[in-house]
């Protein structure tokens, strides 16, 4: 058996919801043929009992011969331990195609989403990529361990026509007709199943939308009294919702009984047929015993593949969502040629605002406006592109603006490659649950002296020492259990840990004390040696230790220097810091200067 979630789950066919199940079923025919093989076999041993059974009736108990009858007793007990024998490794196949569709899915589901980034958010409403992970997951993973059930019950039906033809051909044409009338008889109720899942799942994904919207949004509720009307909200939807469901139900609950009622009329028609046949004589009463097992039996093969058709059909109504998510464009579209990257240290450079990032400085800019500077760490990271304004990545060895090198512009390299180089951390960073180790470092490739020399850095080592098992110990959700500049010196700890090319700190320590704000200032530079780094801020405290700053106002740069320079000089740079640091209130329980979430590490 093999270890799962295998490394590479493949590019998956996303044109249509059918187009992606085949496409699992072709990454994984091995272990579908295998189980296939595995249910084959053992139902054939199962329909093979009524032939031993009759034969021993005939030829051992008729002739009253014991040891004719001994010997058809030993293959009897020979075919129940081979169908013993089978239980386990069939039951591992089935349970292991359950498993690789799902975590196929789930590993190209997320791998999509990780590059959508917040495109997916935008285009897509929350519950319903929350529904992709429970229930429609689930539903693939269900229809591949029932697949193979397809596959055996046709040929074991087939068999048993076959055996049932040899001895009698009026009883194996019954079976030849009956069987596909049956099948086709659950067709017309497919169709509505289909349409009416689909609205069901549709209606859940908006239910669980507005529960989404009301948990991140209770305390603003609260503050504004409106937690009634989103109860009213709620309860009307998830009404729908359930409506919806009851719908499936009824609709569902009449397939079950046509699956065990159609193959029922079968099995006493066949009955019947046989009786008749025996009384004229034309079977003997060991063939009689045979046709009757043989109808039993018939109830499970046909049940099956009536009950598979069902987990086809929730499977396809889960795939046409997933493939929904597959198939969205990115807000940034890739480039139809990439470009080349430059290697090495780079200079970045926003045509839109005239700022320019260098290689090996820290560099301060500073915004008279947030949003603007929300705006220009969006386009420095590329998550917003601007039709009117070009961000360049320059080599450093080129020597500024009158270097040698061409520019080559963001739009035009790989949106992957500029995500590896490029890290824009914003205040809207969400910290995950889990050992703060691995929040710190989620690929597990920073050794503790690295993660304790950034943990320094971001004067997080109080935070490290106060949490019970240190470095191991467990972070909640969205580390509730820190205060908001507890949780932005972790933040910024997890961004120095990437080590990114070119790092943009987007108010990294606005919600921190004087004291804390100042050794951060301190300790950035020497972290960041060698490194294109920003800092988007209007401290003075951080401000005092940049190589050199860049005033923005209006949008457009209009003085820079370093941070004393710029106070003597520039009287509109003066009045933006000093406001700043009149209005910092320290250590906060929130994120203190208000930063909008748009940017970087928040999408």
């Known amino acids: 058996m093999r270890a799962l979630p295998e490394r590479d789950p493949g590019t998956p066919d996303h044109r249509s919801a059918g187009r992606y199940l085949l496409w699992l079923a072709r990454r994984q025919w091995w272990p579908l043929a295998v189980a296939a093989v595995y ?72 791998r999509r989403s990780a590059h959508l980034g917040a495109t997916l958010t935008r285009r897509l409403p929350t519950g319903e990529v929350v529904a992709v992970g429970t229930t429609d997951i689930d ?35 019954a079976v030849l007709i009956g069987v596909p009338l049956i099948v086709l008889c659950s067709g017309p109720l497919l169709r509505p199943l289909h349409r009416r899942e689909s609205r069901q799942r549709d209606l859940q994904a908006a239910v669980a939308t507005r529960a989404t919207d009301i948990v991140a949004g209770l305390r603003v509720l609260r503050g504004i009294g409106g937690e009634r009307v989103s109860e009213t909200r709620y309860t ?63 109830m499970i093969p046909v049940s099956d593949l009536m009950r598979t058709t069902n987990f086809i059909v929730s499977a396809h109504v889960s795939a046409r969502r997933i493939v929904r998510i597959l198939s969205l464009p990115h807000d940034l579209p890739e480039p139809e040629q990439p470009a080349d990257a430059p290697d090495g240290p780079v200079d970045l450079h926003d045509a839109g605002s005239g700022v320019t990032v260098r290689a090996d400085r820290l560099t301060g800019i500073a915004c008279t406006d947030m949003e603007q500077a929300t705006l220009i760490a969006d386009r420095l990271g590329r998550y917003h592109d601007d039709p009117d304004s070009d961000v360049t990545m320059r080599p450093a060895a080129a020597g500024g603006p009158d270097g040698a090198a061409s520019p080559t512009r963001l739009r035009d390299l790989p949106l992957d490659h500029v995500r590896r180089r490029i890290l824009v951390a914003a205040n809207g960073a969400v910290l995950f649950s889990g050992p703060l180790r691995g929040e710190l470092s989620p690929d597990g490739g920073a050794t503790d002296e690295r993660i304790h020399a950034a943990v320094r850095t971001a004067c997080a080592d109080d935070i490290v020492d106060a949490l019970p098992g240190g470095l191991d110990g467990h972070v909640a959700d969205h580390g509730r259990e820190f205060s908001g500049g507890q949780q932005q010196r972790l933040r910024l700890a997890r961004a120095l840990l990437a080590d990114p090319d070119v790092l943009i700190l987007l108010e990294p320590a606005s919600a921190v004390d004087a004291h804390t704000e100042s050794a951060i200032a301190g300790r950035l530079g ?22 050199h700053v860049v005033f923005v106002d209006g949008g457009r740069v ?13 009287p509109r740079y003066a009045r933006t810091v000093l406001r700043s640091a009149a209005d910092d209130d320290g250590d906060t329980p929130a994120t203190g200067r208000a930063v909008p979430a748009s940017a970087g590490e928040s999408r």
Not at 48 to 56: D, E, F, I, S, W
């Open 39 to 110: 249910l084959t076999v053992y139902m054939s041993l199962q329909a093979l009992h009524p032939v031993v059974l009759g034969a021993a009736v005939d030829d051992g108990l008729a002739s009253g011969d014991p040891e004719r009858l001994l010997l058809w007793g030993a293959a009897l007990l020979a075919m129940s331990v081979g169908i013993a024998l089978l239980i386990t490794p069939t039951h591992r196949a089935e349970a292991f195609n359950w498993y690789a569709s799902a975590y196929r899915t789930v590993q190209v589901v997320t």
């Open 558 to 570: 209009v003085a820079e220097g370093t941070h004393r320079e710029l106070l003597r000089t520039e």
């Open 236 to 298: 009307a939807e998830s009404q729908r919702a359930r409506a919806a469901g009851v719908h499936v139900g009824w609709l569902t609950a009449a397939l079950h009984a046509l699956q065990v009622l159609l193959p029922g009329l079968l099995m006493a028609g066949i009955i019947w047929l046989g009786a008749r046949l025996a009384l004229a004589g034309e079977i003997t009463p060991g063939q009689l015993v045979t046709f009757y097992g043989y109808t039993a039996f018939l």
């Open 139 to 173: 539903d693939i993973g269900e229809m591949f361990e029932r697949v193979a059930r397809l596959a055996s019950a046709v040929l074991t039906i087939a068999l048993v026509s076959a055996l049932m033809l040899w001895s009698s051909v009026q009883m194996g044409l």
């Open 526 to 547: 020497a972290a960041r040696q060698g490194r294109t780094t920003a800092v988007l801020t209007t401290s003075p405290l951080l401000l005092d230790r940049t190589d």
